[in-house]
C-alpha cells in the first residue's frame, strides 16, 4: 500500500497479469498485489496459478486465476471475457507469455513467425480489445508489455523473437496514440538478462551449444552487462508498478529497457 502519497497505491484496482504462474509475470503479480490491486493471473498451469494465488498479499479486490494457452488467441479471449463479464473492470494488464523458442532467423519456417506472432500480438489485440470498455469506463487504463531489450538491439540467435518483439512494440506505440485521450497508457518493458526458468533453460542450451560450461557463459554474459549481475524477476516488477501507478499518467509509448545498463545504444 502507498502510505507515503507517491501515488503508488493501486487500491481499488483490478490487474489481469498474463504469464504469472512464474518468472517476471509472477513477480509482476506479486508486485500490483503488494501495491493494493486485485490481481487475475492468467498461464496454462492452473495448479501452480492457484499456488501463487494463494500467496498474493491481500488486497481490498479479490484476486483469482484463469487458466488459458497463447497459443489459442480466440480461446484466451473467450475465457477472460467470460470472467469480465462477471467481474467489475480491469484497470490494468500486463501483456506476458512465453518467449518464441530460439534459432537462427535463416532456419525459421513462416509458420514459426505466424505462431509467435499469434501468441504475442493477437493475443495482446484480443484482449485490449476486452478490456477497452472497462478502462473507458473508468477514466484509467494500464497496458504494460513484456517484451525484451531486443525491441533495441536484435539479440543475435533468437530470430523469430527479435521479429515478433518489433511488431509488438511497434502495436503498443500506435495504441498509445489512439488511447490516451481516455486516460489509458501503453508501455513496453524491455527486460535484460533475467533470473527465471526461461533464462535458466536458455543458458543450459547455449552453453551446449558452444561447448562451454553454464558457468563460463553466464560469465560472457555478464562481461556485457555494467550492473555484472542478471536482473532479478522483482526488478522487473518494479518498474510494471510503477507504469501501473497513477503516478505514471504521462508515461505513455514508451519502451523502458530494465537491464543494468546492457544496451549500448542511446
Ligand atoms: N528472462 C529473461 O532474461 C528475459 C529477458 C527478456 C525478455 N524476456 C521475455 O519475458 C517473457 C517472460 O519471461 P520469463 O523469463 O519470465 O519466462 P518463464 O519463466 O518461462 O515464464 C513464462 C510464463 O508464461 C507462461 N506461459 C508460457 N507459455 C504460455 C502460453 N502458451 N499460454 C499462457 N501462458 C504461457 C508460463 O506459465 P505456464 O507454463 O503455466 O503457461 C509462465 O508463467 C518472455 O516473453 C521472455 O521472452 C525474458
Excluded at 543475435?156 to 485521450?181: D, F, H, I, Q, Y
Aim: proline fraction near 6%.
Amino acid at each position: 500500500m502507498d502510505t507515503a502519497g507517491l501515488g503508488l497505491d493501486l487500491a481499488g484496482k483490478r490487474a489481469l497479469v498474463c504469464g504469472s504462474s512464474q518468472g517476471i509475470g509472477l513477480a509482476c503479480a506479486q508486485r500490483l498485489a503488494r501495491l493494493g490491486a486485485g490481481v487475475t493471473l492468467l498461464a496454462r498451469d492452473g495448479d501452480a496459478l492457484a499456488r501463487v494465488c494463494g500467496g498474493l498479499a491481500p488486497a481490498s479486490e479479490a484476486h483469482d486465476w484463469l487458466v488459458a494457452d497463447f497459443a489459442e488467441p480466440e480461446a484466451v479471449q473467450k475465457v477472460v471475457a467470460d470472467h469480465v463479464r462477471k467481474t467489475s473492470p480491469y484497470a490494468i494488464i500486463v501483456n506476458n507469455t512465453g518467449g518464441p523458442p530460439p534459432g537462427p532467423i535463416v532456419d525459421a519456417a513462416p509458420n514459426d513467425f505466424m505462431a509467435a506472432l499469434r501468441m504475442h500480438l493477437a493475443c495482446n489485440q484480443l484482449l485490449l480489445q476486452t478490456l477497452l470498455p472497462g478502462m473507458k469506463q473508468l477514466g484509467y487504463g494500464r497496458v504494460i508489455n513484456i517484451i525484451s531489450i531486443s525491441v533495441r538491439e536484435p539479440i543475435p540467435g533468437l530470430g523469430v523473437s527479435n521479429t515478433t518483439r518489433w511488431a509488438v512494440a511497434a502495436w503498443a506505440k500506435t495504441c498509445a496514440g489512439e488511447l490516451g485521450k481516455y486516460g489509458i497508457t501503453v508501455n513496453n518493458v524491455l527486460p535484460g538478462y533475467t533470473d527465471t526458468a526461461r533464462l535458466r533453460s536458455l543458458i543450459t542450451r547455449r552453453a551446449q551449444a558452444h561447448g562451454i560450461s553454464e558457468a563460463e557463459l553466464t560469465e560472457q554474459w555478464l562481461a556485457d552487462i555494467p550492473a555484472a549481475r542478471l536482473a532479478s524477476p522483482d526488478e522487473i516488477a518494479s518498474a510494471v508498478g510503477f507504469l501501473a501507478s497513477p503516478s505514471a499518467g504521462y508515461v505513455n509509448g514508451i519502451n523502458l529497457p530494465v537491464d543494468g545498463g546492457r544496451l549500448s545504444s542511446m
